[in-house]
């Protein structure tokens, strides 16, 4: 499957998703189940494992994709609809490294979104974080820049305010508010005329990340990307 294949593919998870939306039920889902194995999920699936490839090759770290599943987890939310409208997935590097950090894409209609960085740090490992950003701010800031993203709120609300040691006025402090660091970005609809589809547009975004992610592997961790 090439890049019609996958133009294909988020056209038919738009108009589906468009549907699911609308009509958020086990009853409207159950006769398109076999339509969305078909033509979403397995076509899904696929980018997954080819654009696992060229991420491992453009960072020289493994990275394994992942597929969110469609039904949602009901238990505890407020919300019972059954299903996510979209499509989301992560590639993920093998390990437990809280510094490894992930990929992201998602596509719903009329949205399509990409996002890297590390998500949920907590005791030591958000103290070595705001370590990072004290000393490496300014470069950080230079690599977000350079990556075309911006800081998303992914990964929980910051904080109010600036946590010690580090003072009030600090000229990071926005960022020592954060118990995440991710990036994200929405893509432009350039990849369905553009040489390589939806492939490149989304590796392109990948590796105009790696300034980010060496800073990271240098200086924050050991087994980072």
């Known amino acids: 499957m ?14 589906f998703f468009a549907g699911l939306k609308q009509n958020n039920t086990k009853d409207w889902f159950a006769p398109r189940k076999d339509h969305y194995n078909t033509n979403i999920k397995k076509p899904a699936e696929f ?9 491992s090759r453009i960072s020289g770290q493994v990275y394994q994709p992942k597929l969110f ?3 949602r987890d009901v238990r505890f939310s407020k919300d019972k609809t059954p299903f996510n409208a979209h499509l989301h ?14 990929f992201f894409f998602g ?21 070595r974080f705001r370590a990072f950003i004290d000393t490496w701010g300014d470069e950080v800031q230079e690599a977000i820049e350079e990556s075309g993203m ?43 005329s553009a ?3 939806l492939v490149k547009a989304i ?19 050991a087994g980072g990307s």
């Open 150 to 192: 911006t800081w998303s709120d992914w990964g929980g609300p910051p904080l109010k305010r600036v946590p010690p040691p580090y003072d009030k006025d600090h000229p990071h402090g926005d960022l020592l508010k954060r118990k995440s660091m991710v990036i994200s970005t929405q893509m432009t609809s350039d990849w369905r």
């Open 89 to 102: 997935m992560i590639w993920r590097q093998p390990g437990d490294s809280p510094f490894a950090p992930a």
């Open 69 to 71: 599943r469609i039904y």
């Open 107 to 127: 596509s719903e209609p009329g949205e399509m979104t990409v996002g890297f960085g590390v998500m949920g740090l907590k005791g030591e490992s958000l103290a």
């Open 2 to 15: 090439g890049q019609n294949g996958f133009t294909r593919l988020i056209d038919d998870s738009n108009a």
């Open 203 to 221: 590796s392109t975004h990948f590796q105009n990340t790696r300034a980010l992610a060496n800073l990271m592997k240098n200086h924050l961790s």
């Open 47 to 55: 980018l997954g494992d080819v654009l696992a490839e060229d991420f």
């Open 195 to 197: 040489k390589g589809g």
